[in-house]
């Protein structure tokens, strides 16, 4: 497993708030080989913390 957590990222003044800002963001890659009835899932943990705007959580499986 190999995992990368993002950078901060500059913030436009909001409601008189400016600076910068951190993420949670995690990135997750692996390898697996699969067999044939193997099955994939997520379990997630601390909904609350959770982007759930549009374009902001992402789930992907390809195929080698």
């Known amino acids: 497993m190999n995992?990368?957590?993002s950078?901060?990222?500059n913030l436009q003044e909001e409601d008189g708030l400016s600076?910068?800002?951190c993420y949670s963001t995690i990135y997750l890659g692996a390898v697996f080989?699969?067999?044939r009835g193997d099955r994939l899932?997520?379990?997630t943990n601390q909904?609350?913390?959770l982007e759930t705007e549009e374009g902001k959580t992402f789930f992907g499986v390809f195929a080698l």
């Open 3 to 5: 995992a990368v957590r």
């Open 7 to 9: 950078a901060c990222q």
């Open 19 to 21: 600076g910068r800002g």
């Open 33 to 35: 080989h699969l067999n």
């Open 41 to 43: 899932w997520t379990e």
């Open 47 to 49: 909904l609350t913390e």
